[in-house]
């Protein structure tokens, strides 16, 4: 299984960025739940936004209303638009496949979301 993760950058505050994740060896809309975790510097990594095989959706309180988690099932890919940027959304965010009926979850390579004037 890889994930490989893309769509990081350096975003102005009230900016907006897209990130995604495409998958293989493994598929968010059959055997794996997708998700997006971030990790602020000093801090343990924390949920973000996942979205089940059936397309439910789930965000942290602090991005509801300005995230948006979405699929595309032919490309196997997630991802995970992000709007009205505020410095404390600063952290690595990485791309996450939980393989349903099971403890495995598998990580993508973490990229960098810096929001700063």
């Known amino acids: 299984v890889q994930l490989q993760a893309s769509g990081g950058g350096l975003v102005q505050p009230g900016g907006s960025l897209r990130l995604s994740c495409a998958a293989s060896?493994?598929?968010?809309?059959?055997?794996?739940?997708g998700g997006w975790y971030r990790q602020r510097p000093g801090e343990e990594r924390e949920l973000v936004a996942r979205i089940t095989r059936v397309g439910t959706k789930n965000y942290a309180d602090s991005v509801k209303g300005r995230a948006s988690i979405s699929r595309d099932d032919f490309k196997n890919t997630i991802s995970l638009q992000l709007d009205n940027l505020k410095p404390e959304d600063t952290a690595i965010y990485y791309c996450?496949?939980?393989?349903?009926?099971?403890?495995?979850?598998?990580w993508g390579q973490g990229t960098q979301v810096t929001v700063s004037s």
């Open positions: 060896g493994i598929r968010f809309d059959a055997n794996a739940m």
């Open positions: 996450n496949a939980h393989k349903y009926g099971t403890t495995l979850q598998y």
